[in-house]
């Protein structure tokens, strides 16, 4: 089994899982985290990059909730107000889910509508992307200081690896876990909704309050350096050295005996 994982994220766990009955005498690869570490620059770059070169360094935003959601037009005009009443600066990726996945059986092209008067408040501080955006290269920007996510763990392990601490917005699936072992376990991040509060939607003092929790209160600034050592610690398991690196030689040689 490889797991998109490594010993300075989850080695508790990855011993625990090790002990089980099911796991006993079979192969377990902890290699993560399989995404780059170190972002080259080059070639074309996407405008919201050009951008964060001009912000001060963690002082943005991002905004992303995967491919498999769709939230409602409700909850999008909630999200639109936290946003402006933050003050804070921002790149919001706002699409619905992708065409034919299973979790996104009423999405479709929406065109979300933001309230009026938003473009104006955030004239200058803000992006809004309405298609693909190149999220490891925006969390690997110094400008970035926080992703608000809905934890799914692709998305975690980026944040986690960039140094980027974690707004935690659970949809479905192993996210709310996910959001717990980021919020409470490695507590690199704030709880946007809790899970037992799924069907509800969430208000633009609640989205205001966990933004500035880590980018404006004194208590973010203990947040984003447990992120900042954290993601040191985790891009160092892939290098020479490392955990995830020394399993991955264990794999190849595992399986070209």
Known sequence: MIINTCKKLEGEFLELRRQELDYIGKKLFAIGPINPVVIRGGGHRHECLNWLDKQSDGSVLYLSFGSTTTPSEDQVEQLAIGIVQSRQRFIW???SADRGNIFAEEAK???YKLPAGF??????RGIVIRDWAPQLDILAHKSTGLFMSHCGWNSCMESLSMGVPIAAWPEHSDQPVNALFVTKY???GVMVREWDRREEI???KDIEEAINKVLVYDEGKEIKQRARDLGEAVRGEVMDGGSSRAELDLFIDHITR
């Open 93 to 95: 990726v706002l699409r």
């Open 109 to 111: 092209e929406t065109g």
């Open 119 to 124: 473009d104006n408040e955030v004239e200058g």
């Open 186 to 188: 490695l507590k690199v």
């Open 202 to 204: 969430v208000a633009a």
